[in-house]
C-alpha cells in the first residue's frame, strides 16, 4: 500500500499563481492612483506566480486552505477599495486612499508568500 497526499482543497480551475498575479495586477492600478512607482515589474511578476503556484503545490493541505481563504478574503477587500478608488478619481483624498491601500495590498501578498514557505 502506497501513501499518497490527499487531493487539494482548491476549486478547480483556482491556480494560485494566477490569483496571486490578478492581485498583483490590482496593485499595479492602485500604485499608478497613488503616484507611486511600479514595485514589482513584469517579469518579477510572472517568476512570483510560478514561485506560488510550485510552494502550493508543495504546501500542506493546512497551508493551501489558509492560503485560499487569505486570497479570497484579499481579492473581495481590494476589489472593493479598486471600485471605491475608480469612482473618487481625480480627488485629493483618493490619492492618499490608494496609498494605504497598495501598502494594505503589499503587506498581504508578502503574507500570502508567507504561508507557503
Known sequence: MTHQAPPSSAPPGAD???????????????????????????????????????????????????????????????????EALLAAEGSAPSRAAADRLAAALQRTLGELAALLR
Open 16 to 82: 494560485p499563481g494566477r490569483q496571486v498575479a490578478q492581485l498583483r495586477e490590482a496593485l499595479f492600478l492602485v500604485e499608478r492612483i497613488a503616484g507611486r512607482p511600479e514595485s514589482c515589474p513584469p517579469d518579477q511578476r510572472l517568476d512570483e506566480a510560478a514561485r506560488i503556484s510550485e510552494a502550493y503545490a508543495q504546501a500542506l493541505p493546512i497551508a493551501q486552505r489558509r492560503f485560499e481563504a487569505l486570497v479570497a478574503e484579499t481579492a473581495l477587500w481590494a476589489a472593493a477599495g479598486v
